[in-house]
């Protein structure tokens, strides 16, 4: 499998450096396996904040068993600590048949990667977006439901009420450009426009959410 030359704008010159050894470190350890590195989420979008930003990253395998999944406990150690995240482990037709039952997450991750190394099973997908309000209605709910209970656990302090409303933007994100693709508006990657492109669309006030 060939190596992919790529650099990515905006996102710093020493986090880049870190994933080119993270590639190595991976590759070394699946061999054949594996058969792409794809990253998404915020890196990719611009919105990468350094000791605070999870890295978000899909490998792509041949197959995978309890044994694939155990191999990766040393790097998840090691990686861990430079705000890596467990990736997703998929292969070419999990990504192809699953794409109906989450057109939300696919949707997103289709919009905004980057192939790291190996071959990008994203291009020419076609997601299934006939579930798409169902995931996105529920998606929605469900972080009102998680906000709730966070409030309650932090007492409904101000403190608390700052902290969780900051989370709960960051994981609304995936639901609202839902929003923007069942309104066939175009969708966009920033937090900022996208909230007044709503507010716009919708003619609701989301002042609470981007403060």
Known sequence: ?????????????????LLRTYVKDVTKVYGSEL??????GSA???????????????????SYDLATLKQYDGLHKRWSKDQVVVPLFLTVDDIQSAS???????????????????????????IDTRYLAAEVLQALRGNLLRLRQ?????????EAITILLALSITALLPALRGVQRLLDRPVLAHAEPLLKDL?????????????
């Open 1 to 17: 499998m060939q190596s992919v030359d790529w650099t990515i704008d905006g996102l710093p010159e020493e986090t880049q450096k």
């Open 35 to 40: 058969e792409g590195i794809i990253l998404y």
């Open 44 to 62: 990719v979008r611009g919105e990468f904040l350094p000791g605070r930003s999870n890295l978000n990253l899909l490998l792509v395998m041949s």
């Open 100 to 126: 109906k039952a989450f057109p939300l997450e696919y949707q997103d991750i289709h919009d905004c990667r980057r192939l790291l190394w190996g071959q990008d099973p994203f291009v020419g997908l076609k």
């Open 150 to 158: 966070r409030l309650v656990e932090g007492r409904s302090t101000e």
């Open 199 to 211: 507010e716009a669309a919708l003619a609701v006030d989301l002042t609470g959410l981007r403060d």
